[in-house]
């Protein structure tokens, strides 16, 4: 079957780092994608790997694992509007998108 | 600019209706994707189509219909067999290079 796994709730101080970690089981595999998503709000793009290893962009990196089926996005320097859901995404192929139930954030003072 | 419309942001149904919900994209994407999300939960896949006239049911796709009559259009129509329809419910469109995928604003579906 198809599956996507990611804790649902972390907290984190602000201006700290936090790392949300993502594994996943699935037929086909075509990349990975990282999306936050404010309350009532569509997903915004964050990161997309399709090769194994360490992408950053700013205060954002995500990693891949193609072998481990792991996946983790880590954000430094936490700040307040950080507080959001971010969601895992696979595409499995032929853009057949998965999504986890997506891991909430809460960032405090 | 490229993107992806949904309308209307906010509906609601009453008991017994059915009501359609639009999408429409300037991407010239193939594939298109309907999702529902109810509060603090994940994106569940209702229908997808991967190219004109062609579409496959997703996870929850009883009580919900759709067609695919042009590439631009993707309109989902939520029947009266849908006991629980309320919830945000967004439109997707994947790049064909698969590297990014374009959501709509979603629109929000209550019962009343």
């Given at each position: 079957?198809?599956?996507?796994?990611?804790?649902?709730?972390?907290?984190?101080?602000?201006?700290?780092?936090?790392?949300?970690?993502?594994?996943?089981?699935?037929?086909?595999?075509?990349?990975?994608?990282?999306?936050?998503q404010?309350?009532?709000?569509?997903?915004?793009?964050?990161?997309?790997?399709v090769?194994?290893?360490?992408?950053?962009?700013?205060?954002?990196?995500?990693?891949?694992?193609?072998?481990?089926?792991?996946?983790?996005?880590?954000?430094?320097?936490?700040?307040?509007?950080?507080?959001?859901?971010?969601?895992?995404?696979?595409?499995?192929?032929?853009?057949?998108?998965?999504?986890?139930?997506?891991?909430?954030?809460?960032?405090?003072? | 600019?490229?993107?992806?419309?949904?309308?209307?942001?906010?509906?609601?149904?009453k008991?017994?209706?059915?009501?359609?919900?639009?999408?429409?994209?300037?991407?010239?994407?193939?594939?298109?994707?309907?999702?529902?999300?109810?509060?603090?939960q994940?994106?569940r896949?209702?229908?997808?189509?991967?190219?004109?006239?062609?579409?496959?049911?997703?996870?929850?796709?009883?009580?919900?219909?759709?067609?695919?009559?042009?590439?631009?259009?993707?309109?989902?129509?939520?029947?009266?067999?849908?006991?629980?329809?309320?919830?945000?419910?967004?439109?997707?469109?994947?790049?064909?290079?698969?590297?990014?995928?374009?959501?709509?604003?979603?629109?929000?579906?209550?019962?009343?």
């Amino acid at each position: 079957g198809q599956n996507i796994d990611q804790p649902t709730e972390m907290t984190a101080t602000e201006g700290a780092i936090v790392q949300i970690n993502c594994t996943y089981q699935t037929s086909g595999f075509n990349g990975l994608f990282w999306y936050q998503q404010h309350a009532g709000e569509a997903p915004t793009f964050l990161s997309y790997n399709v090769l194994d290893g360490l992408e950053e962009k700013g205060r954002f990196s995500s990693f891949l694992s193609r072998s481990k089926g792991y996946s983790y996005l880590l954000l430094k320097e936490l700040q307040m509007k950080d507080s959001a859901s971010y969601l895992c995404a696979v595409n499995g192929g032929y853009n057949k998108l998965i999504f986890g139930a997506g891991t909430r954030l809460a960032v405090h003072p | 600019d490229g993107g992806i419309t949904q309308s209307p942001k906010y509906l609601f149904r009453k008991e017994g209706q059915n009501v359609t919900l639009s999408c429409e994209q300037n991407l010239n994407h193939d594939a298109m994707y309907w999702y529902r999300q109810d509060p603090g939960q994940g994106l569940r896949l209702i229908y997808y189509s991967q190219i004109v006239n062609d579409f496959q049911k997703g996870d929850i796709a009883e009580g919900y219909s759709v067609s695919r009559e042009k590439k631009e259009s993707f309109p989902l129509t939520v029947t009266s067999a849908q006991k629980n329809p309320t919830a945000f419910y967004l439109c997707a469109s994947p790049a064909s290079s698969g590297n990014t995928i374009y959501f709509g604003e979603g629109s929000w579906l209550t019962v009343v």
